[in-house]
């Protein structure tokens, strides 16, 4: 094995290691070296400076050739600007409905506007209400766990939801709600144009494909939205409540197609590395 082949298994071997960190599968096999390159780079990361700027861009780091698109593709200065615009000029004081109301903060989304995923949810929790960003609380940890796996860091990928503002008690969204919201959301996909955009939860799937087929049915099965495609899967809340083997690897699953569609490394699989 030369340098280069090594460094790639190697590499391959974290991911595994971080999957298997992630969704608690044994399906993969993990060598010694492999545990201390991880421990070695979890090291680096924590000396490392914490600002935006230093993190790799999710750009940098994909392979896949590019798509052929029909609208040229703005710039990321341009991509940066519409998106602040939006969410200061409108979003940021919406009152367009209801939730409005009893909300804290909206929760616009965050994220590098360039990056190829963009993870949708359901909307707003408690702790997201808060601190006016998403998926802080519990889910969200988890949720950070599974981009970690995808050899990601949360700041390579974009995040937002149906809708921007918190429905009381975590009830889930009206559907006069999501109708309001979701003109925002589809403006912030259009900007961004990612190349794959993975829908967490039954709400988001049913509203992004307009349809009331259930999860079941859809997860783990590639879909459209305008031409981008879409991977249906859990939402990382409900993989908290049903914590089970079939749940968690239905996620994997989901998620390493999702990998593959955009160029990133599979991580290595048990018996052949
Ligand atoms: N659940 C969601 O659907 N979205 C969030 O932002 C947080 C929790
Ligand atoms: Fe406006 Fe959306 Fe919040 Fe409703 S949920 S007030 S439409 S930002």
């Not at 089970?244 to 599979?266: I, S």
């Amino acid at each position: 094995m030369n340098v280069a082949d090594n460094s790639k298994a190697h590499a391959r071997a974290r991911l595994a290691l971080r999957a298997e960190r992630a969704f608690g599968l044994d399906s993969v096999r993990i060598s010694e070296e492999s545990v201390q390159a991880e421990a070695k780079i979890t090291s680096m990361k924590t000396e490392a400076s914490p600002e935006f700027s230093t993190v790799p861009r999710a750009t940098d780091l994909f392979a896949a050739p590019p798509v052929t698109i029909s609208l040229p593709v703005k710039s990321t200065s341009e991509k940066v600007s519409l998106l602040k615009m939006m969410n200061e000029n409108e979003v940021r004081d919406c009152p367009k409905c209801r939730l409005c109301e009893t909300r804290t903060n909206t929760v616009f989304g965050e994220g590098d506007p360039d990056s190829k995923i963009m993870f949708i949810g359901e909307g707003p929790g408690e702790n997201e209400d808060l601190q006016g960003r998403p998926f802080v609380g519990r889910a969200g940890e988890l949720l950070n766990k599974w981009i970690t796996a995808m050899g990601l860091r949360r700041e390579q990928v974009f995040i937002a939801n149906i809708v921007k503002c918190r429905p009381p008690g975590n009830r889930e969204p009206a559907p006069d709600e999501v109708a309001t919201c979701t003109p925002y959301l589809v403006r912030q996909i259009e900007i961004i144009h990612p190349r794959v955009i993975v829908t967490l939860g039954r709400p988001s799937m049913q509203y992004m494909l307009q349809t009331k087929n259930s999860m079941g049915k859809m997860r783990g099965t590639w879909q459209d939205w305008r031409g981008v495609k879409l991977m249906p899967t859990y939402h990382p809340a409900y993989v908290l409540r049903s914590y089970t083997y079939e749940t968690r690897k239905a996620v994997w699953d989901d998620l390493q197609m999702v990998m593959k569609e955009v160029g990133l490394p599979l991580p290595a699989r048990k018996g052949k590395e």
